[in-house]
């Protein structure tokens, strides 16, 4: 089912202040695809999602599932979370630990007080589902971190809601679980005839689960786009900074060419993925580390400067370096088994089309 959400805000007061969690949101979402609320602590991702369960009361606008408005001020609509047909899948406290894995699972379906063979039927497919067939008798402490993430979906999913909330699922679970539960995950939703909403502060957990991300800051949404999209060529410079690391650098409009538009920097004269501009905003240009090629460069490679290591780091997979152009110092990444060293020059070269132009 699609969600649409209209003019919606929501303010708490906090010691004598108000703070807008959320600031004017529309947003609409897609049926049946995951959809990822991304942005940094404090940023209005939990209320928005309460506010979409019915746990929050918003201030002003409107909320809609499906056909059916679920919240709306001016209307005076207020359905209350259990009439919503939602799934929610939070952060702590998942599952109860007093439980078995079976009676963790059959809970929502037991609330709604079906007969106990249908509820068995039930479980049992949805933990062959979440492959945790055999389980059933477990008690849920005895569980590995993933696999009682696995009991918590499971139990959003017995009631065969058509939208699913996640709040920070994965973020209790080791580095590497999470990975692990992260590419299941989203091999669970695009299997399901499912409308997904995940709420995520991990720049990399959005990107490799979603469909469609919206990245949001102080109760706003900032930009909406598929993960290439936010990745390769977001419009907000807060986007293109908290997708990636990226070395952000003031330019000035020059002039703009067939392919491209040719900005001033303190780097030197770049020639930028195409966009256009007024005359009078202020640019920035946002370089990805992993987007400047510091071997030999190929014919497309046609911006070239040159700079002087001032730093190097040695991370594992690559060498960071710092690089000083002028009055700029820049990020790179060198090959692991490079000789460079402190005060060695180098070239760096970028494809225009790695070359992203935001305005301030
Ligand atoms: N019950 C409350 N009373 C007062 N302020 C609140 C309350 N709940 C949230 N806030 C404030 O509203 C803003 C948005 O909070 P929210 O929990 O939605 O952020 P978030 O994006 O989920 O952050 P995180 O990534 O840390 O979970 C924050 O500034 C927060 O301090
Ligand atoms: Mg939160």
């Given amino acids: 089912?699609?969600?649409?959400?209209?003019?919606?805000?929501?303010?708490?007061?906090?010691?004598?202040?108000?703070?807008?969690?959320?600031?004017?949101?529309?947003?609409?979402?897609?049926?049946?695809?995951?959809?990822?609320?991304?942005?940094?602590?404090?940023?209005?991702?939990?209320?928005?999602?309460?506010?979409?369960?019915?746990?929050?009361?918003?201030?002003?606008?409107?909320?809609?599932?499906?056909?059916?408005?679920?919240?709306?001020?001016?209307?005076?609509?207020?359905?209350?979370?259990?009439?919503?047909?939602?799934?929610?899948?939070?952060q702590t406290y998942a599952i109860w630990?007093?439980?078995?894995?079976?009676?963790?699972?059959?809970?929502?379906?037991?609330?709604?007080?079906l007969p106990k063979e249908e509820i068995a039927v039930r479980v049992a497919k949805t933990l062959k589902f979440v492959q945790l067939e055999g389980f059933e008798n477990r008690p849920s402490t005895r569980l590995s971190g993933g696999q009682q993430q696995r009991v918590a979906l499971a139990r959003a999913l017995v009631a065969e809601p058509k939208v699913i909330l996640f709040d920070e699922p994965l973020s209790n679970l080791d580095a590497k679980l999470r990975e692990e539960t992260r590419k299941e995950l989203r091999q669970f939703l695009t299997e399901l005839e499912i409308t997904a909403v995940?709420?995520?502060?991990?720049?990399?957990?959005?990107?490799?689960?979603?469909?469609?991300?919206?990245?949001?800051?102080?109760?706003?949404?900032?930009?909406?786009?598929?993960?290439?999209?936010?990745?390769?060529?977001?419009?907000?410079?807060?986007?293109?900074?908290?997708?990636?690391?990226?070395?952000?650098?003031?330019?000035?409009?020059?002039?703009?060419?067939?392919?491209?538009?040719?900005?001033?920097?303190?780097?030197g004269e770049i020639a930028c993925h195409k966009r256009t501009f007024e005359k009078d905003d202020e640019l920035v240009l946002c370089l990805r580390p992993e987007f400047i090629n510091t071997e030999k460069p190929s014919d497309e490679h046609?911006?070239?400067?040159?700079?002087?290591?001032?730093?190097?780091?040695?991370?594992?997979?690559?060498?960071?370096?710092?690089v000083q152009i002028g009055e700029e110092t820049v990020l790179v990444k060198l090959d692991p088994e490079t000789t460079l060293v402190v005060g060695d020059e180098l070239t760096l070269s970028m494809k225009p089309d790695h070359c992203l132009l935001v305005s301030r």
């Fill in 1 to 90: 089912m699609e969600i649409n959400v209209r003019g919606l805000k929501k303010y708490y007061q906090s010691e004598g202040k108000v703070i807008k969690a959320l600031d004017d949101v529309d947003l609409t979402i897609e049926a049946n695809k995951i959809f990822t609320l991304l942005g940094p602590s404090g940023c209005g991702k939990t209320t928005l999602l309460r506010c979409i369960v019915g746990l929050e009361t918003p201030d002003e606008g409107e909320i809609q599932i499906g056909e059916t408005i679920v919240w709306s001020k001016e209307k005076e609509i207020y359905v209350p979370p259990e009439k919503r047909q939602l799934g929610m899948v939070f």
């Fill in 97 to 113: 630990p007093h439980m078995n894995v079976f009676n963790n699972v059959a809970y929502p379906l037991q609330n709604m007080k």
């Fill in 198 to 267: 995940y709420v995520t502060h991990d720049r990399v957990e959005a990107l490799a689960l979603s469909d469609m991300i919206g990245v949001m800051n102080k109760g706003k949404i900032i930009e909406l786009g598929t993960p290439r999209k936010i990745y390769f060529d977001a419009d907000h410079q807060f986007v293109a900074d908290f997708i990636g690391r990226s070395n952000l650098i003031p330019a000035k409009l020059l002039r703009q060419e067939k392919q491209h538009t040719i900005v001033d920097t303190p780097i």
């Fill in 302 to 322: 046609t911006n070239r400067v040159k700079g002087i290591i001032q730093h190097i780091t040695f991370v594992g997979e690559v060498y960071e370096a710092d």
